[in-house]
């Protein structure tokens, strides 16, 4: 027997009901927020309109006329704001990049180190870890610069450790390959070399599954990347010309010049970084059990292959989420070269909003940029924990 | 069956010299395996390269108090520049016959401090200590009642600022931090959105674009006529910033919390406010202490980024006195000081907060 339905007078009244009542506060803040945007934004245009700013991003076309120290592209100051937020962008791209590689690297060893069974190093890291954690990044850099402005010899009197290696207080000159053509068959075959290397390692892993037979693939890759791009060079006929850099009047030319200012600013995100990561990595291997080893050891498998097949594994899946935030502040603290003078692209930004007072449209474009390359990063993240989560019976 | 013949009687013997005492606590603990011991003779011989040049810079070839001229003949470090400018960087421009009173500031901001480490005096008392203890800071730093001259805020500077803006910071975005978490678990749609696109965004910028924006678009907002002052706009975005990561945090506490908990408070018949108030956050909130003080840490060290836009923190005002020409090039030294404060600030809460974790973690 069905229950019969009450009669509407019978139900609960409209404020009782929870379905009724949630519309209701949703109405309610989403009006809020609509209210509270509306008045700031005729408020900004009121303010806008009395200060005869015009808005729009009319001006990325016009001339910046302002040069920028360090760019990986050409770039001059007859050229439109647009190439000069692109150099920003490249700049800012570049010393994440080169960063996070290097983060990662040393974040890893010191995590290690912080394990080790020989006290001396693991309280050296643990050292490392509290104090550079515990320091604020911006004063770190500000630290590396005027350590760099201060001890290191003017131009004259560089330091050369080795030969074509000069420090100096203009920075790091050294000296590089002269341009030949050796050089991008060089690259060529080196990435056509990676490609090979991804199929070998898919057939070496069909070949096991299939006949149980192990292919030593990491010295086979390792032979390869090296011999196909040195054969390239000998093709290319083996130039070793140099190009080495030499002191004219008051500072170096020819070789590559590494400024004060990206050292400075990679040495800082490095260190700092490092730091967090070294907890991230030290608590990912703890967190794999040592039962884990040992019945990794009693089923018979080297040192080696137990690392690599069942305690990475394990301990990647707690690590890399928090890796990834890491890394990600890593990209947003790079904002910071504002403060020692590398041309980023929050500096370049600044210095287009001083120029031509387009505020809103600036620090709109900032956070448009930081935010595309964390809700991608977040985007790939999520990917990766669905794919790496524990599948359970 | 196995028989043990005694031919001589042993006394307790000592174990070997090798395993015992400085010899065997050296073995054990660097040099267990070849390697480990050339890794030992190595760090040794970093320190060795290290210390001893930089305690000669630091302490020996020192200067502690002499004047710029005198620092720039010596080759050693110049620690004058911090005793000659001491309460400059300490208290930036508030003038110096009333720089007791951020100093007293400080004092009492320190002892509750100190005093709050203790879980055992974690009361209601406390929290209204803490309130009061924040109006008297107030009235100290601002003056204007019971005779004491008032200052303006464009005044404050240094030390009390940097120490200001972190925990009004996490004192106003704390609670706010825990409604966007709620927020973001909620069930309604429209709500939970409003949160999220709020988190991710905030979490997704750097604060340098928000300080921008507090120190750059911020007066547009407001209507003609009315201007707020750069420290409270800039304390604005510290605090918008900061309740984004406590929301992160708190949503780690909800989201632990077990189904039970929801449903033994729906059957005892609350409603959504007292089933948080009273069952949700008092468990949750207890879990996530730790991250919480990690976000204070994080907090406490980004507030040094106002020196971009020009607030004269403790960071912006070492930063002047180099430009004081008869210490420049001293810089080095001035911000190894200015390191040194932030460090120990930093590793009094992080101890604690470890301290925290073992006290808290009183398993099921």
Known sequence: ?393 | MAVIIHTKEHGNLKPPASTTGVIGWIRANLCNTWYNSLLSLLIIYLLWQVIPPFADWALINANWISSGAECHKSGGACWSIIHANIRFILFGFYPPPEQWRPLAAMIILFSLLIASRNRNWWSRNLLFVWLAGLIIMGLLMMGGLFGLTSIESDQWGGLPLTLMLSVFGLAAAYPLGVGLALGRQSRLPVIKSLTVIYIEMIRGVPLISLLFMSAIIFPLFLPEGITINKILRAQVAIILFTAAYVAEVVRGGLQAMPRGQYEAADSLGLNYFQTMRLIILPQALKIVIPPTVSVLISAFKDTSLVVIIALYDILKTTQSTLSNPQWMGFSTEAYLFVAMIYFICCYFMSTWSRRLEVELHTGR
């Open chain 1, 1 to 393: 027997m069905h229950p019969k339905k009450l009669p509407s007078s019978f139900n609960t009244s409209f404020w009782q009901d929870p379905d009724k009542r949630s519309i209701i506060y949703q109405v309610f803040a989403l009006g809020t927020v609509l209210l509270v945007g509306y008045y700031l934004f005729s408020n900004v245009q009121a303010n806008l309109e009395r200060q005869s700013i015009a808005t729009g991003f009319g001006f990325l076309s016009k001339e910046a006329s302002f040069e920028i120290g360090e760019s990986m592209i050409h770039y001059s100051a007859a050229d439109t704001y647009t190439k000069a937020l692109f150099v920003g962008i490249l700049n800012t791209l570049k010393v994440s990049f080169i960063g996070i590689i290097l983060t990662v690297f040393l974040g890893t060893i010191i995590g290690i180190a912080r394990l080790s069974s020989n006290w001396l190093i693991a309280k050296a890291a643990a050292f490392y870890i509290e104090v550079l954690q515990d320091i604020p990044i911006l004063l770190q850099l500000f630290l590396w610069y005027a350590i760099f402005y201060q001890f290191f010899p003017s131009p004259r009197q560089a330091l050369n450790p080795v030969d074509g290696v000069f420090i100096c207080n203009r920075g790091l000159v050294f000296a590089i390959p002269k341009s030949h053509p050796a050089h991008s068959y060089m690259l060529i075959a080196f990435l056509i070399t990676g490609i090979g290397i991804f199929f070998l390692r898919r057939w070496a892993g069909k070949r096991q599954a299939e006949t149980g037979k192990i292919f030593p693939l990491f010295s086979v890759s390792l032979l390869l990347i090296v011999i196909f791009p040195l054969l390239a060079w000998f093709a290319g006929g083996a130039p070793t010309a140099m190009n080495t850099p030499v002191l004219r009047g008051f500072n170096f030319t020819g070789g590559l010049n590494v400024s004060p200012e990206f050292t400075a600013l990679l040495m800082g995100l490095v260190l700092y970084t490092a730091a967090f990561v070294a907890e991230i990595v030290r608590a990912g291997i703890q967190s794999v059990s040592h039962g884990q080893t040992e019945a990794a050891m009693s089923i018979g498998l080297k040192q080696g292959k137990i690392l690599n097949l069942v305690i990475l594994p394990q301990a990647l899946r707690v690590i890399i989420p928090p890796l990834t935030s890491q890394l990600l502040n890593l990209t947003k603290n790079s904002s910071l070269a504002v403060a020692i003078g590398f041309p980023d692209f929050v500096a370049v930004t600044n210095t287009t909003i001083n120029q031509t007072g387009q505020a809103i449209e600036g620090i709109a474009m900032i956070m448009a940029v930081y935010l595309i390359i964390s809700l991608s990063t977040s985007v790939f993240m999520n990917w990766y924990n669905q794919k790496s989560r524990l599948v359970e019976r």
